[in-house]
């Protein structure tokens, strides 16, 4: 237990054997002793029975204790298991799969259902069993791409969660909220480092979290885990939800650009770092259109939402970038004062990192 639970690794198993004087029918006693198993908590200083701790630690010390004579099993065996681990949380399982890789498979075939995608390790290993129904009956296949919707959710949720253990192992990760962003960065950045101007600095892996209402959960779960700077358009949902946390202390504030800090305005998105001839231009060849400066309404709300107000609502924010990204020499034709703007922002970001090893 000391070994495979890693979730409370101060658990420590003790074992006694108590002695109990019980009364007989014919008025004598005796003595009988009892093997009680306790549990120490060393974090806490308390020990408590074993009966008292929670179903699923139970259930891996029981398990343990069974199938650990698998491994003085002289001959192969096949070891089946039905829904185990099912009274356990993610990280458990986890460990739980571990025993059976370095403990049972070397002795052993094992194999088991389930229906969590934390018991999912290799996907490659995985056989689907489907019910198609009365004509076909069950059917068993490994190709994932054979399957329907629901039998599948199980291996996507699996594949999702490697991912995002995978996403976050650059030297320096920048969180943005959507891949217009990346293409801006990018961009803009190689274009600064031609001109001898500071760009974005070659380390980064920029990540679009696909939207500003996910960052506040991306931050929360891997900000403090990994290295990871932020990028957020500012006045937005997300980013006020960011503010908080870092008022709060959960998120260190260091961590964190927002792009109205460039810009001295409250609310602003990436888009407002180019001068308005610069967007519009990219805005009129993504959607066909002739709009002139001076078609925009005149106050200083974001250009995003003005070409909306001109447009009849809201369009997609890729396009655009996809114009830059599809004709890369247009950033040569970019305005000294957008290039200002990116720059300001790509020195803040960098500088987000400065000191760290």
Do not use: C
């Amino acid at each position: 237990m000391a070994e495979y639970w890693s979730t409370n690794p101060e658990l420590r198993i003790k074992v006694d054997i108590e002695p109990e004087t019980v009364s007989r029918p014919n008025g004598q006693t005796s003595v009988v002793r009892y093997l009680n198993f306790r549990v120490e908590d060393r974090k806490h200083d308390f020990t408590n029975n074993f009966s008292y701790r929670s179903s699923g630690y139970q259930w891996f010390f029981s398990f343990l204790a069974a199938f650990s004579e698998f491994e003085e099993h002289e001959g192969g065996v096949v070891i089946l298991l039905d829904e185990p681990a099912l009274t356990l949380h993610a990280k458990a399982q986890r460990d739980f799969l571990r025993f059976i890789n370095e403990r049972l498979a070397p002795v052993g075939q094992v194999v088991y259902t389930t229906h969590s995608p934390f018991m999912v390790e290799e996907i490659e290993r995985v056989r689907v069993v489907e019910d198609r129904g009365d004509h076909l009956g069950s059917l068993t296949t490994s190709d994932a791409l054979e399957v329907g919707e629901d039998s599948a959710f199980p291996l996507q949720a699996a594949l999702g969660y490697d991912l995002a253990q995978n996403l976050f192992i650059g030297e320096r990760n920048l969180l943005v909220e959507g891949s217009s962003d990346l293409v801006y960065l990018e961009m803009i950045g190689r274009q600064l480092r031609r001109l001898g101007r500071e760009g974005l600095d070659e380390r980064w892996r920029i990540l679009p979290a696909g939207g500003s209402s996910n960052v506040p959960a991306f931050v929360a779960l891997l900000g403090r885990k990994v290295s990871v700077t932020v990028l957020l358009d500012s006045g937005t949902e997300g980013a006020g939800k960011v503010e908080a946390a870092i008022k709060a202390n959960k998120i260190p504030g260091r961590r964190v650009v927002f792009v109205g800090s460039v810009l001295e305005q409250r609310h602003s998105d990436i888009e407002d770092l180019f001068t308005l001839s610069d967007y519009l231009g990219l805005y009129n060849d993504a959607f066909g259109k002739s709009h002139k400066v001076s078609d925009l309404a005149d106050h200083p709300d974001r250009i995003l939402l003005r070409l909306e107000a001109l447009g009849g609502g809201k369009f997609d924010h890729w396009l655009p970038a996809e114009v830059l990204l599809r004709d890369p020499a247009r950033v040569e034709q970019l305005s000294a004062t957008t290039l200002d703007n990116f720059e300001a922002l790509m020195r803040r970001i960098n500088s987000t990192h400065a000191g760290d090893t």
